[in-house]
């Protein structure tokens, strides 16, 4: 008797569970969501134009909620990217200036501080 062997992914964070059809329930509520667009959608179409036309219409309702179920890039889904590139392009400062805080700038501001306060130190000895 043959042995059949199966594949087991050795990253098991990767691996989302099945609910329905072999699909995830994030795929699952994304298809819901394009039926219940587009199969009125095609409905409306249909009764001021062709079928043919009313066809391509549903599908490009549809297609680009198939696309935030279908895409993952690097484990995120596709509304993270978009967020990512709003935050970018809209939300931050275009002109972001290079600042640098070197270690010699630090060690002079901290032996600036260390020096004021022995001589404020210094000045309530004088006084007390």
């Known amino acids: 008797m043959a042995a059949s062997y199966i594949s087991v992914p050795r990253?098991?964070?990767?691996?989302?569970?099945?609910?329905?059809?072999?699909?995830?329930?994030?795929?699952?509520?994304?298809?819901?969501?394009?039926?219940?667009?587009?199969?009125?959608?095609?409905?409306?179409i249909k009764s001021v134009a062709e079928v043919n036309v009313a066809v391509m219409g549903m599908m490009v309702i549809m297609m680009p909620i198939f696309f935030f179920a279908m895409y993952e890039k690097n484990g995120r889904p596709l509304e993270v990217y978009l967020g990512h590139f709003i935050e970018a392009i809209f939300i931050r400062p275009k002109k972001r200036p290079y600042k640098t805080d070197n270690y010699y700038a630090a060690l002079m501001r901290l032996a600036k501080t260390e020096q004021e306060?022995?001589?404020?130190?210094?000045?309530?000895?004088?006084?007390?």
Do not use: H
């Open 11 to 44: 990253d098991l964070t990767k691996v989302k569970s099945k609910i329905l059809f072999n699909l995830t329930k994030r795929q699952l509520i994304c298809f819901s969501v394009a039926a219940l667009i587009g199969v009125p959608s095609f409905f409306l």
């Open 117 to 128: 306060v022995e001589e404020i130190v210094r000045a309530s000895m004088e006084q007390g």
